[in-house]
């Protein structure tokens, strides 16, 4: 099976490399997964501006994606750029990290905080849970105090301290890490911190992980998004070629 | 006061001119109203993708439109593309027809149909109506049968057919028209035949009147939207040379 | 244009003359403004009580009004007493303050607070804020702790403290001043002095001001209420001679 | 115990003394029933205007009964007129059959349909289930075809092939008899119809009878309405003379 | 009129008895109050596995009690435990003590706390509440900070404080007393503390007491739960011997 | 890998050996699948009596699964029989068929159908859906009009037309087979018939099928429950020997 991650930032060639190693971390076996940056875009995500820049440049790649055969692909951010369009041009499943991240919350507990990277995205974050039909289940949201390109171990502690306020004070029973990319180590050092401070397993959910391994389980499943949902778009027809 | 109507499909001179030509008609006195149209995109808008495609173009209007000293944006699609990063690019008001033709048919009624095109677009008029918190609201989808650019006088019967049976099956009080572009006297034609045909008043909902109208009203009060809500991008300072 | 503005309190006559002027200072050009207050009721409205008491007199107005030629209706107050009956009296958009608010500030936000008198009324202002489906959008009701005749430019700093504490805890991006009447300079001043502590435009909503700015819109967008919404009641046509 | 049925129409000795009569063939050994009508309002609630011109003498009667000694009063009335108002003015449980009906048929069904007399009343029914939290619960509205005053037995079988259609349709498990007043007798002759067409029982809910029974049930647990949601009017306190 | 408890955890015989005793302090004159433990399950309530322990035995002593003659039934227990499928064996009224309390803390009111025993109970209760629909109306939950069977009067103190503080600081108008068994005397205790602290009247909502007031309505009404909602099953036909 | 199927009914050996051959011929390789059986229930779960009577055993084999070194299990059963209480006494994934099949459905498409055995099943397979928040997504519920073990391929062609009506009339995008056990080869009928009227893919998702999926993924990417959601019970500590 092939996972194509498609990255929605500028090509920042350490980031796109580092990043398919690590989501390669937690394939399954047999799983062979690619990582493709974007050609025109921003160097981070972080507000709604970036994120609909992003969007032409995903459905073109999931295109591309599934011409060269992929079984299915991932979008590798929490705001899921160009997700509901680019399920609109392909057959094979397209997987946001946002989505995706939020599903797997609702089912491993019934009130989670979402981190993010700093309290300007705080509006933005909660437009995306509601989007999904998740507000509900919003505990609270969460900053980490930096930007996304800023955000290394040295917020750890911040982070931590702000993931056990969001458990005892709003009552959250899981974390979402709403700030992807750097995240990956992150969640597993604070799933492991919480551990310690509350004495029970509170998951710490990363939406790359969740996304491909949701993306191998559709795909193993045979599962593809309903084109009465997402139909094919006549502009993409008639105009870019697709058939 | 000036107003700029996005309209977010590609130049075909007829439309733009006629579109201008239209909204000035129920424009107040001493409203002016210009309207541009998109460089790159589709020449309809009849899905996500090309919603998606839309949004970056509309961004970088609404910002022109701010620094040529207009009082507030209007995009023309009931989808609203590029609506939200186009508010956190400006500070003047920017209206989707969307959001407003469905706020306005909240304060009509307390329910209405949404008339589109053709039913392969309710899934997304769905996924609209629920993004600004109004599918309580919504009665029904009906669909004109028709594409935005085949939409002419002769599915007129048809569209007073569909709309007499939202009333009457579903209990509409109110009607949409989500097929902006060629809706402009549909509107009024529908909105006459429904009066005949119930004996009483039933609103036919024209987005486009209804967001300049909107704007108009949001810019006479001094009205623009929260920058805590849609905070200037980081990317748009540093990278698009924005203040 | 004419605007009847419907003063749901008993003649003070300092009172309706300066929410005329008031209302006046921010209408269109060729738009006549008039104010009336009830002949029974109370001298504000801070309960349920005190709304349902000015109800009957607000719908006699409002068909008053309508019966003078008068273009619009506004309801000078946050509860909109008589809102849903004057709208089955009349064809002419009645337009209630507190809806009329709420509207403008999802449209202007995605959370706002509602700052009111006094902590008692919150039940009665949760209620309003459910009646329109907003709940979701309210990050919660802060209060100015003084009774609507007795709110003067004394508790300005203690509205902009609370208003603080609304963006900061709660996560509100904008605020409706739910407390009218005296609300018309508070509402800039209070929006002046978020602006400096945060550093960015928070819209402070004045509901006197959106509702005669709706009114103008939908009056001249020719928008009048469902009537399938609204019927005319059976017993005002026989028994109060309305046809 | 004593109970004090509000009836919220102009004096038909008639209707009152029957409502009385047969209010009482249902309350407990032991309980007292008395019927009061209005001096001022309509000869039927059907519309919000009506509701809306019966409330302040609802509110009266209430606090008149709460004077005399009675333990609870009952609206007589689906639309619950005044019902929050009188709530603030007395510490009695004041019990609203439309409100009650609602959580009766939420507790015996998970979906339910109302019975109206009329279409034209389906907005208004539709607000007052909304208004009680229950739109999700509400499989339809359906209407007897007659006004209130000309509903009698002749409107039975259009009554229980309407029932039976919301069964069979629309999925309701229950039935509210919104239409009050002649409404008593019908409800068990429906539910003896609709046991014979579908072999089980599906409960037929007269709000007058389930409001008694409610406030016998308050009254005799000591359970009063909390007066942080009704606090005690200013303007009650000062101007009518309550304590 | 006979109304059978059913006390859902093991015979301990001091509490049963205790519990009829109490329950028939309040029950109607002419009410017969008899309670019954369980043979199998465990000896108090704090986890979804100890409902769902205590499920078999709910519905087969449901079913006893209605072979047996009794009118009405209610399961002793905040959390339900079997009520469902007690309806669907049985025709008489079976009340749970939960879902009974939440709708008359909505009738009294328009946002309550639950007290409940420990924090380590919040996510049960809150999904308690969402079952019926009132997560809208929960202001928060609070807990007494000891296990059901320790829950004595030295706890007191700190269940008003935390009651007071749901009030205050989260909006609370009304407490249901989630930790039923011992809470018998607890409610009115606190309900007389909140009296005095907060001046007014905030019910303190006995979910026992509640059950049995609306069994008796039920049952008094002649309203019975639908057999559309909960049919008999298939099963308990065949192999129960249940006709 | 290895996936403990918990097939809730009492063993039937042909099912239960035919559900592990069927569901291991779509687990991942490397993935071992083994299948238990009830020792006390009924031979089929139609109603909430029979999901209620399934629980206790279905928590045990949950914790005997665990014993054993099993990674992750699954409930054979749409209904999702002891799901919460055995999430509580294990610390491996537990996953219900019901709600991962409704999670696979609202990522796949924004509108569904539930397809179930017999239409006296409606009111409990909309309380399933309510439980896990999908209401808003559920187009209609269609009944096969057959009894889980008469459901065999000669049902076929009602099941087909009965889901083209929900696609059709009710604007379905997704199907989900709510009847397992026998729906496995089912539901790539009924997908290969959809997809030949439609002339486009419609998901028709396996519960089974998706569950087994998910319970792969989730063991694979090291995702546990909360155990603040779900803590380990006291009951369970004490009385059963639990650690």
Redesign the interface.
């Known amino acids: 099976m092939h996972i194509r991650l498609i990255v929605p930032v500028l090509d920042s060639e350490a980031l796109v490399g580092k990043a398919e190693m690590e989501y390669r971390a937690?394939a399954?076996?047999?799983t062979t997964v690619s990582a493709v940056p974007l050609r025109r875009g921003?160097?981070?995500i972080?507000?709604?501006?970036?994120?609909?820049?992003a969007?032409?440049e995903v459905?073109r790649l999931a295109r591309e994606a599934e011409a060269e055969g992929v079984d299915a692909c991932t979008i590798v951010c929490f705001t899921d750029p160009?997700l509901?369009?680019a399920?609109?041009?392909v057959?094979i499943p397209v997987?946001g990290e946002g989505?995706?991240a939020l599903?797997?919350a609702?089912?491993?507990?019934?009130?989670f905080t979402v981190m993010i990277t700093e309290e300007?995205l705080?509006?933005l974050i909660?437009?995306v849970v509601?989007?999904?039909?998740?507000?509900?289940?919003l505990a609270c949201?969460k900053a980490a105090g930096a930007?996304v390109l800023d955000l290394d171990e040295s917020r750890l502690p911040h982070v931590i301290a702000q993931c056990s306020e969001a458990?005892e004070r709003d009552?959250?029973?899981?974390v979402v890490m709403g700030c992807t990319g750097t995240g990956f180590d992150m969640a597993s050092s604070v799933e492991t911190a919480l551990h310690e401070r509350?004495g029970?397993?509170?998951?710490v959910?990363d939406p790359g992980?969740?996304a491909v391994?949701?993306a191998?389980?559709?795909a193993?499943?045979g599962?593809?998004?309903?084109?009465?949902?997402?139909?094919l778009?006549?502009?993409?027809r008639s105009?870019y070629g697709f058939a």
Do not use: N, Q
């Open positions: 937690f399954a076996p047999g921003t160097f981070s972080e507000a709604e501006f970036d994120s609909a820049l969007a032409p459905m160009g509901f369009g399920r609109e041009l057959s997987i989505e995706a599903h797997a609702a089912m491993l507990s019934s009130r300007a705080f509006p909660r437009r509601a989007r999904y039909g998740f507000s509900d289940k949201v930007r458990v009552g959250a029973e899981a509350f029970v397993h509170i998951p959910i992980k969740v391994k949701f191998e389980a559709f193993g499943a599962l593809r998004h309903s084109k009465r949902a997402f139909p778009p006549g502009s993409a105009e």
